[in-house]
């Protein structure tokens, strides 16, 4: 079975400090892909990053950064510096290789970043 | 970059309407389009996978008769809540898969989303 695990469900962090945020992933596919979204209030999902299991580097895109390690099946997700527009629901979702491939998302982790 | 127009963005009806939602790629094709439903500070749970030209696969749980999925052309997906009551009331949500040139590659094209729409039944 396939499982995405986001074990925070809220953090709280006040601006400038760094904040990660933890996905943890079950999978029994050698291919997958992993996403970032985030969700803020109005609802849209923003797309921030996909990594396929075969490319283990990490990757890191002005303040935010990302960890892959298959080894533990995690795909951790760092902001640095958070800022308040950071807040939102950031959602860790996995997705099966193959021609169909619907994403299985986490529970998301709501991130609260205050002034 | 590619989009996806979900519409309409908000209803809001009374118990017993149906409502349909539209979910259109703009600049690309799409065979593959899938519908998510989340609840108040709850994660996106798959409803349906909409393939064009055939039947939508559901979920389990999902009651067919109950949201209609009908995806006409290669850019248009369309989900039908029939018949709606209150516990239909919820952030529906739509994404499409760019199509590729072969299946072999189609697990590699990115998935874009909708911005959602949100429904309330009174």
């Known amino acids: 079975a396939q499982k995405v695990t986001q074990a925070q469900t809220e953090i709280s962090v006040v601006e400038k400090e760094d904040v990660t945020l933890d996905c943890v992933y079950e999978t029994r596919d050698t291919t997958y892909y992993l996403f970032w979204y985030k969700q803020p209030p109005s609802g849209e999902l923003v797309f921030l990053i996909r990594r396929n299991s075969f490319d283990e580097q990490n990757e890191i895109s002005g303040r935010y950064s990302w960890n892959f390690q298959k080894s533990t099946s995690s795909f951790n997700f760092t902001i640095t510096a958070s800022q308040v527009v950071d807040s939102a629901v950031y959602f860790c979702?996995?997705?099966?290789?193959?021609?169909?491939?619907?994403?299985?998302f986490g529970k998301g982790t709501k991130l609260s970043v205050k002034p | 970059g590619a989009v996806v127009s979900q519409h309409p963005s908000r209803v809001i009806c009374k118990s017993g309407t149906s409502v349909k939602i539209e979910c259109r790629s703009l600049?690309?094709?799409?065979?593959?389009m899938f519908w998510y439903r989340q609840f108040p500070k709850q994660s996106l749970m798959l409803m349906a996978t909409s393939n064009e030209g055939s039947k939508a696969t559901y979920e389990q749980g999902v009651e067919k008769d109950k949201f209609l999925i009908n995806h006409a052309s290669l850019t248009l997906s369309t989900l039908t809540v029939t018949s709606a009551h209150p516990e239909d009331s919820s952030f529906y949500i739509c994404s499409a898969r760019e199509d590729s040139g072969s299946t072999w590659s189609a697990s590699n094209q990115p998935q874009h989303f909708g911005d959602g729409t949100r429904l309330s039944i009174l």
């Open positions: 600049d690309f094709q799409a065979t593959t």
């Open positions: 979702a996995l997705r099966k290789g193959g021609s169909q491939g619907n994403l299985i």
